[in-house]
């Protein structure tokens, strides 16, 4: 309990700093792109945390060639973000022991937790709470499927912007 005050309390804390000596705990610069159910994405470009709308585009190569000629200059960083609704989400209760890997835990449990096996899925975890009494380690487990990505994956690639990495609000 008094782990869970203190990392309230210094969130709490950082919040009060001013932007530039927070810079560590904002989230990184990149290009957002968020997926849409229509097929289309939105483009933003964050910057010190600030999220600059850019437009919706289709994710086709020739609506991709009318991208603004600052994104044709392939950022830095390119994240994807799925569409609303796609993130599925579970608690999952882990004996204590399985503390020190819980990824590996996971990893060899995904198919009897989930529908998916490990490698149709990108998944992550994120621990929730410990309960030593109970011998119980709560965690919540993050799952996308890869299938509805493919496209839209390939499309940016062709387009020459690589997503580097998944984020999803959760």
Known sequence: MLRAFLAWWTGRLREMLPARLRAGTLPPDALLVTLRPDG????????????????RFALDAAALSTLPAALRRRPRRVLLRPAPGALLERAVVLPLAAQHDPAGVLR??????????????????????????????????????????????????????APAGLEAEA
């Not at 289309?40 to 470009?45: I, L, R, T, V, W």
Request: aromatic share 8%; charged share 35%; glycine share 4%.
């Open 108 to 161: 060899y449990e995904l198919d009897r937790l989930t529908p998916f096996a490990a490698e149709e899925v990108h998944w992550s975890w994120r621990q929730e709470a410990r309960d030593v009494a109970r011998n119980a380690l709560r965690l919540r487990l993050s799952l996308l499927p890869r299938a509805p990505l493919e496209a839209p994956v390939a499309a940016l690639r062709r387009a020459g912007l």
């Open 40 to 55: 289309e994405a939105d483009f933003a470009q964050r910057r010190r945390g600030r999220e600059t709308p850019l437009g």
